[in-house]
């Protein structure tokens, strides 16, 4: 079975702090993500990457940044915490299908993020 | 650029009816997939069910099925004999060739009602 790990299903930090997510897959899937959740507005893309050291800006990248240092871990970094990005984070995994697409995405638990 | 919109944000069905989640999506694409994903309230999202734009046959998973119109740009999920594991978000995903990411709708949250 592939699995998607984050590192923490809750975490609460303070408003300023740099603040780490991290997600680990064990498939060798080339292409990973970094979604946010909030009510009402669905799954956001905040970055996400289709090769190691490769990394695209999503919709909504603005106060984040990521690392794919390894092919199996993509880290999503709060530079700077603010309330504003308190939310619910999904990562989530794939292999690349034809053309890069088509193929099913594998998601971690999420982890819930509170900044106070 | 690609959107897509899911226009009910709740719906409940009684167990054993069957129910059907709209979604609609743009895009100047010709080749493309769809998909739905379900999250149940424990949060772990999965695939539901997944179409490719050039089949015109309605890929079905058991009691999930799909009406793919691809002219309309519509693609509903039904979900027939609804059972209480049913109840979660569903999300509507598209994604194309060369984006390398999905494009997700803002969920319907479905409870299914004993």
């Known amino acids: 079975d592939v699995k998607v790990t984050q590192s923490s299903r809750y975490l609460v930090k303070r408003t300023g702090e740099k603040v780490f997510l991290e997600c680990v897959q064990d498939?060798?899937?080339?292409?990973m993500f970094w979604y946010r959740q909030d009510p009402g507005l669905g799954l956001r893309l905040i970055y996400f990457s289709y090769d190691v050291k490769m990394k695209e800006k999503g919709d909504i990248p603005e106060g984040y940044s990521v690392s794919r240092e390894k092919k199996e871990r993509f880290s999503l970094i709060l530079e700077s915490a603010s309330t504003n990005q308190t939310s619910m984070y999904l990562c989530?995994?794939?292999?690349?299908?034809?053309?890069?697409?088509?193929?099913?995405?594998?998601f971690g638990q999420g982890t819930r993020l509170t900044v106070v | 650029a690609q959107t897509v919109t899911q226009s009910q944000p709740e719906m409940s069905v009684q167990e054993a009816e069957t129910v059907t989640l709209s979604c609609t999506y743009d895009t100047s694409e010709s080749n493309y997939y769809l998909f739905w994903y379900k999250q149940p309230p424990s949060r772990q999202m999965i695939l539901v069910i997944r179409q490719e734009a050039y089949k015109q046959q309605n890929a079905t998973e058991n009691r999930f099925s799909v009406n793919f119109q691809k002219a309309a740009k519509s693609f509903s999920l039904k979900i027939s004999d609804s059972q209480l594991g049913d109840t979660a978000m569903y999300f509507c995903?598209?994604?194309?060739?060369?984006?390398?990411?999905?494009?997700f709708g803002t969920g319907t949250r479905l409870k299914v009602l004993a």
């Open positions: 989530a995994s794939r292999r690349l299908g034809t053309g890069g697409a088509g193929t099913e995405a594998f």
């Open positions: 498939m060798d899937h080339e292409n």
């Open positions: 995903a598209f994604d194309s060739p060369g984006t390398y990411k999905y494009i």
